[in-house]
Every structure is written in C-alpha cells, then in structure tokens.
C-alpha cells in the first residue's frame, strides 16, 4: 500500500496518477481536503517565470491541465484570459525567451486593455498569452472524489514506511509520499524551508461581471486574478497593504479574505516559485511554492518518484 499525508493539489494530483498506473494509495489528511495553502477557487496558470526550466515544465503542465478537463469531467480548468508580468520583467522575459515561450512586451496602456479597472503605475509588462485563471475548486473536487481520503492526523513517519496517527494507531506503508505542506518538514525533517503568512483578498466593482476575462497580474505589490465566472477579483499580498490595493483598484471594494501561507527559501527563484524533494528510506516528501499551475505535471512526477527508487530528474533540476 501507498500513503500519501496531505490532500492539497499535490498529494491528490499523485493519488490520481497512482490510481491510473493501478495502484490503490491512502491519502491521510488531519483537516478539510484542499483547505491550507490549496484553499481559494481559483489560482494563476502561467507559462512565464525567471527560470527557463520552470517556463518548460509549465508548457508540459498546461498540457497537463487540458488533459484533465477532458478525463475529470468537471468542466473548464484552465481560463484564456492572459498573464500580465509587470513592473521588473527583465528576467521573466530572459527566461521565456531561453525556453522558446510566446510572449509579447505590453507599455501603461497595454497593460489597462488587459486589466481594465487597474490604475497601473508600471511603464511595462509582459503579457503571456497562454497564461489564465485556473478553475482549482472544480479540479480538486473531481480529484478527490476519485481518491481514498483518511481523515486522521500524521504525527510521524518512520524510514521504514511505518505512518503513526494522533490516535495511535499505525499504518505500515510499502511507500510514503509526504506533501503536507507546513507539516512537511515536522514529518519528514529539515528541508531548508520556512513558512510565513500570507492573505488574499477577494474584491468586485460596481458591475456585476467587473473582472470576468481581465487578464492575470504579478506585480511588485502583489498578485491577481478573475475569480472564474464570479466577476471577482482576488489579490494576494504577504503583507496586507490596503492603500496600495486602493490605489491600484479604486472601482474595486473588498468582500472576503483567505489567510493561508507562504514559503521562504533559498532554492526559490527570485518570483518566489520551485519546490524541493527529499528521499529517505521508503519516504519521498515534497514541499514548494506556487504549486498549483504544475499540478498534472507533479502528479506524473511525484508517482514516478513513489513507484522507484530514483527522483525523477525534472524533479530535482529546478
């Protein structure tokens, strides 16, 4: 039997491909399902990143995403409206470039006729065409109706494959698959990473379909996205800073807010994005940082790293 600890996009992205190679894994989880840091409906799909290797893993995963609005039946995933890098871009587009992306560069105006209620201080952007929102609630629903989810806390993980619960009883796994987000190096040890909060804020404008098909936003105040078809907008920022949210959207009013985490490290690229893997005995674990745009993709890789005895190399190159 596989354990996986953790039902985020990860640990049921494994599940799922598990399951289509035959195999039959538990997925401990201590709470909700897709409650920490895969809380939210929706996420930023992007191709851009300041890593060529991270551009190309993204182009696999987009395949990736359309090939799970085909096999869940849960309806569109991956949205068309765009990404927009404002601000500092050099290194976006330098990567892009390396990993042969499409993209193109965007001035002030460019940047509004993407993101029609934002008062944008940025003299440039580039825009990522195949960049969008990501329909995550619809996907991680789909998932985990397909997986064998055991509610229970994980308090330890033993080399050999031994899986102990609060309430002392213990599962004895052939493999471990550990992605348990903030409880990752709790369960498995040191893994060079510290977790720091972080809120997003939902936000609509008079109208009642304000954002619906405004591209996607990563900027040096934060970042922002269409909420699906709900004509909201999200913006996430590790610090609350309202005045500058007032300043960028000043048509826009808050209305809810998601307080989840956010990952320092020092194998991040300099956006904040990547993801680390560690093996001991019987026992992969795995913990990263903007996580759900690579979600098929981490599903093949993570299975792959559970069912041999080597980490895939796309694992371990970013």
Known sequence: M???VGAGICGLAAAYELSRRGERPMVFERGRPFAEQSAGLARIFRIAHRRPALCRLAMR???GWQRWEAELGAGRLLGSEGFVAAGATENTAAAMAAAGADFSWLDRSGIAARIPFVAAPWEVGV???LGGSLRIRRALVALARRADIVRG???SVADDGAVTLA???VVRAARVLICAGVQTPTLFGPLGVEFGPHTRFTYEGSAKNTAAGAACLSAPEGYGLPLGSTGRWAFGQEVPDPATVRALFPSLRPVDRVDCFTVRAPWLDS???GWTV???GRVVAFVGSNLMKFGPLLGRL???AVLSDELPGDLTTV
């Open 2 to 4: 596989i354990a996986i």
């Open 61 to 63: 995963a987009r395949d």
């Open 127 to 129: 825009f990522d065409p």
């Open 153 to 155: 806390e994980v308090v």
């Open 167 to 169: 309430d002392g009883s």
């Open 271 to 273: 956006g904040g994005d």
């Open 278 to 280: 560690a093996r001991r």
């Open 302 to 304: 993570l299975a792959s």
